[in-house]
């Protein structure tokens, strides 16, 4: 099982705000750089936040991202039907020598 | 724009062997470190394995070490992934990623997928 965990899931409706916790160990995100993705079932991973809380080109900025000591967050503001998906924080492990990813959050528009 | 196209996947019985390309354009290949990243059905992501900028230097997940094999070829823009001794439990759809210029950076773009499926 994965080293980073989140809660299994998340919901809410149109509009609220929903936040995602990732939380890891000071060999993971203590020491080292957050990014989350978005899958949605059948299509590839999408970047949403790139070193803790950078959003690459495109993302809307109702995603955030923030990390504090060994663990991290990911809030959704206005959300929206089409942010039903899964969503997944990673970050470098130092002493396994590889990334990460957490155990997933399923995000439910209510 | 970042492509990048797996292909090589299908169904393979236990023990036996396949091999997985990913073709890459858009981008400056040996810019970025690169790296595999596969999904079993019906759970989360994980990480297989990364190749450094010139190919020197990679690392496994426990789970594939001393059965998988990453490589590169700078020069065709394309990246490998051999898998040998195949389990049930490598049943997975398979994605190719790339990294960046260091292997502590998470992947930004991704390829589609291709499913590998290991059943007698």
């Known amino acids: ?110 | 724009q970042v492509q990048l196209v797996e292909s090589g996947g299908g169904l393979v019985k236990p023990g036996g062997s396949l091999r997985l390309s990913c073709a890459a354009s858009g981008f400056i290949f040996n810019d970025y470190y690169l790296t595999w990243i596969r999904q079993p059905p019906g759970k989360g992501l994980e990480w297989v394995s990364f190749i450094s900028r010139t190919g020197s230097h990679m690392n496994y997940a426990d789970s594939v070490k001393g059965r998988f094999t990453i490589s590169r070829d700078n020069a065709k823009n394309s990246l490998d992934l051999q898998m040998n001794n195949l389990r049930p439990d490598d049943t997975a759809v398979y994605y190719c990623a790339r990294g960046g210029p260091s292997n502590w950076e998470g992947p930004d773009f991704w390829g589609q997928g291709i499913l590998v499926t290991v059943s007698s």
């Open chain 1, 1 to 110: 099982q994965s080293v980073v965990t989140q809660p299994p899931s998340a919901s809410g409706t149109p509009g609220q705000r929903v936040t995602i916790s990732c939380s890891g160990s000071s060999s993971n995100i203590g020491n080292n750089y957050v990014y989350w993705y978005q899958k949605v079932p059948g299509t590839a991973p999408k970047l949403l936040i790139a070193k803790n809380d950078q959003r690459p080109s495109g993302v809307p900025d109702r995603f955030s991202g923030s990390k504090s000591a060994t663990s991290a967050s990911l809030a959704i503001s206005g959300l929206r039907s089409e942010d039903e998906a899964d969503y997944y924080c990673g970050t470098w492990d130092d002493r396994l020598s590889g990334f990460v990813f957490g155990t997933g959050t399923q995000v439910n528009v209510l």
